[in-house]
């Protein structure tokens, strides 16, 4: 027992949990303020989401050190998580894996059928196939971008009950664009290692090319935030909108890609974006309904 608490503690870290979670609270806050619901109702789904999120991320943790011992075995940032480093056994972690799925199914019941069936294709489609890809392609940061955004929609769709199919698509592939952003940062840590162990990303494709390919995709993310703020929210956002672009043009111009210490530094960053949209939207949604009851 004591192993698998070991594997769980390496499984639940903060920064991952922040870009797990954080896509979850701009379809809630937008939803939820769009159907007016009481501030009591939003504080109560923002809980369950963080709880949710934690075991998600938890569990997605644990599935991907089973698939990847032997590349992790061969990575220095990696050798010592304790699957690879044998300090754990792979049946402790499959125990572990297999409460976390239940857990998170419980609590993605009480979302509604729609949101349940949703939440579904991603808990068994998505999130299992990740650790697969950077063996079948060189894109696995952007199968990582539906994965680690696909709690907007569920989200959305938890209070409507049914799909938006402009909002929602427009930020998820804004939130594909950001992730493909800070998982090559987080995978520029180990470019190195990647390139003589076989292990393909983003990071290795990319190469010299990885900050201006960056700053594309950064654009990207920051136009679909603001085709979302024109059709949904106050031109008051676009401030946040605009933070947004210099935060992340903050980020690319800063970040040492050779400095492992100072990717993870800028991968971290990328909470505190997350929770910038999080408190735009929450600051500006008021303003929204004001507006609609004159």
């Not at 409460?99 to 999130?127: Q, T």
Request: proline share 4%.
């Amino acid at each position: 027992m004591g192993s698998i608490l070991q594997i769980n503690a390496q499984a639940q870290l903060p920064t991952g949990l922040d870009v797990v979670f954080w896509p979850c609270t701009w379809g809630l806050i937008m939803s939820a303020y769009a159907l007016r619901l009481s501030p009591r109702s939003l504080a109560i789904q923002l809980a369950a989401y963080f709880v949710g999120a934690t075991l998600r991320h938890s569990a997605a943790c644990i599935w991907n050190d089973m698939c990847d011992i032997e590349i992790d075995r061969k990575v220095g940032r990696t050798k010592g998580r304790p699957l690879a480093a044998g300090e754990a056994s792979l049946g402790g972690a499959a125990i572990l894996l297999a409460a976390h799925f239940i857990a998170c199914l419980v609590i993605l019941s009480y979302a509604g059928d729609a949101a349940f069936k949703w939440g579904l294709f991603c808990l068994c489609f998505l999130d299992p196939l990740y650790p697969l890809m950077k063996r079948w392609t060189d894109w696995p940061q952007l199968w990582l971008g539906f994965a680690m955004t696909w709690g907007l929609p569920v989200s959305w769709v938890s209070n409507f009950g049914e799909m938006n199919w402009y909002i929602v698509p427009v930020l998820l592939g804004g939130g594909v664009c950001w992730t493909i952003h800070y998982d090559t940062i987080y995978a520029c840590q180990d470019r190195r290692d990647d390139i003589k162990a076989g292990v393909r990303s983003t990071a290795v494709l990319f190469g010299d090319w990885t900050r201006l390919i960056l700053a594309c995709f950064s654009a990207c993310f920051v136009i679909c935030l603001a085709l979302a703020a024109a059709s949904i929210i106050k031109p008051l956002f676009f401030i946040t909108v605009a933070g947004t672009a210099f935060h992340l043009a903050w980020q690319l111009i800063v970040v040492d890609l050779d400095d492992s210490s100072d990717c993870h530094r800028i991968f971290k960053a990328n909470g505190q974006l997350g929770l910038l949209l999080f408190a735009g939207c929450y600051a500006t949604m008021p303003l929204v309904l004001r507006d609609r009851k004159a």
